[in-house]
């Protein structure tokens, strides 16, 4: 059964810094692309940073050069570092796995980031 179980949210200082990982198990991890996603009260669900399986990144306007997407194949993790933090960063944050055209798309339960203002 798939499993993506995220840590390291909580409360973190304007302009602070805070390292979100996920753990995945039950996949093949190096064959799925990696995402972090968020939802803030009242917005959509959106997409924050994703990692290939190749490697390529992409990221949101809102977090590029603020936020590093990282996975570590031989332990089956993705990280997301966030730093120079806003409030408008405050949401709950979801680890995705998922494949291109395959109907193959999981998700963590979530873990909230709160950035007081």
């Known amino acids: 059964q798939v499993q993506l179980v995220e840590s390291g949210g909580g409360l973190a200082q304007l302009a602070g810094s805070l390292r979100l990982s996920c753990a995945a198990s039950?996949?093949?991890?190096?064959?799925?692309?990696m995402g972090w996603y968020r939802q803030a009260p009242g917005k959509q669900r959106e997409l924050v940073a994703l990692?290939?399986?190749?490697?390529?990144?992409n990221y949101a306007d809102s977090v590029k050069g603020r936020f590093t997407i990282s996975r570590d194949n031989a332990k089956n993790t993705v990280a997301l570092q966030m730093n120079s933090l806003k409030p408008e960063d405050t949401a709950v944050y979801y680890c995705?796995?998922?494949?291109?055209?395959?109907?193959?798309?999981?998700w963590g339960q979530g873990t909230q980031v709160t950035v007081s203002s």
């Open positions: 039950g996949i093949t991890f190096i064959i799925v692309s």
């Open positions: 995705n796995a998922g494949i291109p055209y395959v109907p193959f798309n999981y």
């Open positions: 990692v290939t399986n190749g490697g390529s990144t």
